[in-house]
Structure formats: structure tokens, C-alpha cells
């Protein structure tokens, strides 16, 4: 068995057809190919040729593209230690007309709302984007600010093949759906059923060629690709309630049994609430490295989130502090509380 790795989600799911199916696509969300198509539609929708957007330091570099494939200049803010992001630095680089995009990463929320109405009531022409991808499917309580556009990648929650949405009432652009990366990452997911029954060498790397290739094609235009029908029908078919409150039980689960590590001060949680997110368990290790080798070799994959993008280098000593710290532990819908043990008996034992 591997952990955290890709996987054919599709073919046998309890969570597809489900009672609360089509409770959680809202009707004016406009759904894309990807996440960065989202991305690329605010681009169009937001901006113009050197319109300036801000980002914050700890990003994924495939957010920046999109951007600049439709001529925006993009900057980087910096954060604070608890990630909430630097005020004083958000406004010494907005200028007068631009795109603020945040991020509530793990469910620490990164402006108070009586920044945000600031810069929207300080006579500046900007437009404020929130980010969800962190926490999309999380019940919330309705907040006194409301953002310009929210944006999420939806298929980093269910191993779709296809799935973005982005939400705005700042007008719509569309363009008409691309079946190349939905049928390549289809058979990448097919492949790697193979590769489990067969676990040969050749049959991963031929999967793993095949992701790459389709990941390429999200980057070769700046044109946003909506999402195939099919993917759309299996999105709205999707019980993200049961969804959900499975991943949340995991981190619980997690939260309970990593507790005397960090206690131990052997790790330590990026979150006081990771169940807020429910996207990864995230760590801080000083060995990072070391330590998700070690967990690779016993077939359990902890992302990293992000690597540090080449141009927000040397912005933020916060966000490349997490860049070389962070590890994220799956949690997601496949897996039981036992393993959840499983994964925590193996990190004791790799930190031990």
C-alpha cells in the first residue's frame, strides 16, 4: 500500500453519488479545467497588460504563470511567523491599481477584515482575491468582509481529473473546454492502478510521464480552459459532507497521536487547528529532508507545500523558513483512522 501518492479515486468511491450530492457546487461559481485556469480567468477578468498583482511569499509557482502568460507583473508580500501576512508590506507595494491575492493557509486567517475594507475604502483600485484551495470543502461562518473573486483547485480534494472554480461578480471569460488534460490525467490514474498490482519500475515511470506531460499543458497559453461535462456531472456528484468529515476525523486522529512528538519538541504543528484545513497534517522538521526520505521508504509521500518560487527568493525569511520546513501528511478520504496509527507509529520511528 502507498500513502499520499496519485491514485485511481474514481473507480470505486463511497463519497461519488452520496446524499448530500450537489450541496456543494454553488450556482455562481464558474468551473475550469484547473486551478490555474481559475487563475488565468482573473488575470483576463481583473487585468489588463502590466496590471501589478501581489501574492504572498509562500506560493506555489504555478500560480505566477497565469499571470504573466496575460501580461500582469506579479510581486511577493511577506508574512509574519504565524503566516498572517505583513500589513506594512502588503501596502508599501500595492500601489494604486492592482490584484491582492490571499491565502488562509491551514485556516490561519491572514488579514483582519478591517485591513481588507481599508484598501477597499482608501481610494485604491485594487481587487482582492482569496485563495480557498487550503480549506474549500470546510464548513464557514458567514465573516463581515466579503473578497472581490474567491478562487480553489478542486481536484487536490478528490483526485478529479479536471476541476477549478473560481467565484466573482466582476464578469465571466471562459473559454470552451480542452479534453487533452482530463484524458491524459484519466490514464495517468488508470496506469497507476497497474503499477500497484504490478509494481515494476517501467510502469511507474511511463505514469509519471504521462502526470508531467498533462501538467505541461495547463502552462502553454494563457487562455482558461472550462471543465469537460463529464468531470462537471462527477464534481456535482460528489458527497464532500461525508468527504470531509472523514478527513477530519484523520487529522484529529493524527493531532492526538503527534502530540507527544511535539511535546518532545521533535516536530511542531503549522496550525493549532489543522482540522480547519484538512488538505495535509502540516509539520515543521528541522531534518525535513531526511525525514521524508525516510518516510518515502516506507511508501508514505509528504508532500511539500511550497518549494520556494525563484522569484519571491530572498522576500520573505518566513515563508523560506517554511519552504524548508514544512511537510505535509496525507489524510485525505482513502484512509482509516488505523492508518493514521500506521502513519504516526512510522514518523515516531523515523524521529526516534
Known sequence: MEYGSEFDWLANSPYINGPASGRFVRDEWELYRSGRDALKALARIAGRPGTRVLLPALCCESMILPFTLNGCSVGFYKLKPDLRGDERDVLSKLGSAAILVYIRYFGVRPFTDAFLNEIRCGGRDVTIVEDRTHDIIVPRAAEGFEPDAVLASLRKWAALPEGGMLSTGLGSCREAPDSRFGDMRREAMRMKVRYLKNPEPE????????????????????????????????????????LYAGRRANVLRLKERLEPLRTAGK??????????????????????????????????????????????????????????????????????????????????????
Open 203 to 242: 510502469v511507474k515511470r511511463d505514469f509519471l510521464d504521462v502526470l508531467h506531460r498533462a501538467e505541461d499543458l495547463l502552462d502553454e497559453s494563457g487562455e482558461p480552459a472550462g471543465i469537460m461535462p463529464e468531470y462537471e456531472a462527477l464534481l456535482r456528484s460528489i458527497d464532500f459532507e461525508s
Open 267 to 352: 516536530l511542531r504543528f503549522l496550525s493549532e487547528q489543522p482540522e480547519n484545513s484538512t488538505l495535509y497534517f502540516p509539520l515543521l522538521l528541522e531534518q525535513r529532508g531526511e525525514v521524508q526520505r525516510a518516510m518515502a521508504q516506507r511508501n508514505i509521500y509528504c508532500p511539500v507545500i511550497w518549494p520556494e518560487p525563484e522569484a519571491a527568493a530572498g522576500v520573505c525569511p518566513v515563508s523560506h523558513y517554511v519552504t524548508e520546513h514544512m511537510l505535509g501528511l496525507p489524510c485525505d478520504q482513502r484512509y482509516s483512522l488505523q492508518d493514521m496509527d500506521f502513519i504516526a507509529d512510522m514518523l515516531t520511528e523515523v524521529l526516534g
